[in-house]
């Protein structure tokens, strides 16, 4: 009994001849490199080499279904359709060439250039497409992400697909920050129609070592975050001055951002304006930190560890300031009154209760002007609040009480 030949069903015949003729046009108008080589290695896909040049887009392009979904799902239907050849296997780049430009053969270092773990957030791990094969449920999972526009692990586009309109809804607006994670970029906050005391930072970058992970000594110990340097800590001391009363302007400027040299001069730029402003300002403080160790800037108050307080006097040696010494005495009544509520809170020098220097440090601007350095660049930053919250009352008492010295016109200059 002869054999009859068996012949295919139509359909079935066709759907061959269209898989074929679909996958061989597919495989002719790739568009550019391997996918392996535009996750894995970036700058391979904008190279100048001819193998990694972009090719024509394919016409299906204008129904917007990816080429190499098309590749990965035909290869995985039918053996016969060419394999992985020449095609980088786990992520590599071809030819056998790391991907990370190193030696043929040699993969790339975890975490280095080209590895998975340094891909941005969201970028695909190595797929089926670079390892050359698909399994039963990446095949059915990019089928229906192609015909259906379904993905099983979104439900989102589960219910895109019923509820169309959706796609065209704006997204939700993303949560605001808390307001710790927001610097206050204010330049100048004042508190009362006038002022009495001004605030303000000639190095308002000086910091904190604990604040600053990496940082190794007083050198590293700056940073232009207003919430880890000067600028907190004047923030916390015009906040407790503002609620015993006394109205404040401070200045948030840091005037040493570009350079320590010329902060004297830029600091005495910026608060020269502020006291035209606000004639009733009388007590100007600067304050800074100063960069000695630990063991000589810390006390206990109040059963806590705070910052310990130097005061520096600035004199006429270098630039005009013919009253300094009336600062001088100013600074020493400052100190008397720190002394007395809180003993050894200050730090003297050879006996004085301030430290005597040839600049005059922009004290010339009023005779109730005043340089303090609270604590040093060991302290911690609980330790620099605490401090400003104890000064609080005892310069909103001298201002009070009217110890501080009324400001007189005083020509201005070069500063230091």
Do not use: C
């Amino acid at each position: 009994m002869a054999l009859r030949p068996r012949r295919w069903p139509p359909a079935a015949l066709l759907a061959y001849l269209a898989a074929v003729a679909v996958t061989g046009a597919l495989l002719w108008t790739r568009p550019g490199p391997p996918l392996a080589v535009r996750v894995l290695a970036p700058e391979r896909a904008v190279s100048t080499a001819p193998e990694l040049q972009e090719r024509p887009q394919p016409w299906w392009v204008a129904f917007r279904v990816d080429a190499d979904l098309w590749e990965r799902l035909f290869r995985w239907a039918w053996p016969l359709f060419p394999g992985s050849g020449g095609r980088p296997a786990d992520g590599g780049a071809p030819g056998g060439e790391a991907p990370d430009g190193g030696a043929p053969g040699v993969a790339a270092p975890a975490g280095g250039a080209g590895a998975v773990g340094s891909l941005p957030p969201g970028a695909p791990a190595v797929s089926a497409s670079e390892r050359g094969r698909w399994t039963p449920g990446e095949a059915l999972q990019a089928l229906s992400l192609l015909l259906l526009g379904i993905r099983w692990d979104t439900p989102l586009t589960w219910l895109l697909a019923d509820l169309p309109a959706l796609a065209d809804a704006a997204p939700p607006a993303p949560p605001a920050p808390s307001e710790a994670a927001v610097e206050d970029a204010r330049p100048l906050v004042v508190t009362g129609a006038e002022p009495v005391v001004l605030i303000y930072h000639t190095h308002a970058t000086e910091s904190f070592l604990p604040e600053l992970p990496g940082a190794t000594g007083p050198q590293d110990a700056f940073t232009t975050d207003r919430r880890r340097n000067m600028v907190h800590v004047g923030d916390v001391l015009a906040a407790a001055l503002a609620e015993l009363g006394v109205p404040v302007a401070h200045s948030r400027e840091e005037y040493d951002a570009a350079g320590r040299v010329g902060a004297y001069e830029r600091s005495l730029a910026g608060i020269e304006p502020i006291l035209a402003r606000y004639p009733s300002i009388r007590l100007i403080v600067d304050l800074h930190r100063d960069s000695v160790g630990r063991d000589r800037t810390v006390a206990v108050a109040g059963g806590r560890r705070v910052a310990r307080v130097m005061l520096v006097v600035g004199t006429d040696r270098l630039l005009s300031h013919p009253h300094w010494r009336e600062n001088a005495a100013f600074a020493a009544r400052v100190a008397a009154a720190m002394e007395a509520a809180y003993p050894g809170l200050v730090r003297t020098v050879d006996g004085q209760p301030y430290m005597v220097e040839e600049g005059r440090y922009n004290q010339h601007v009023a005779p109730g002007a005043i340089l303090i350095e609270l604590g040093g660049a060991e302290n911690t930053l609980a330790e620099e609040d605490a401090t400003a919250r104890l000064l609080a009352p005892i310069l909103a008492d001298l201002v009070k009480s009217g110890r501080v010295p009324p400001r007189r016109a005083t020509p201005t200059g070069p500063s230091r």
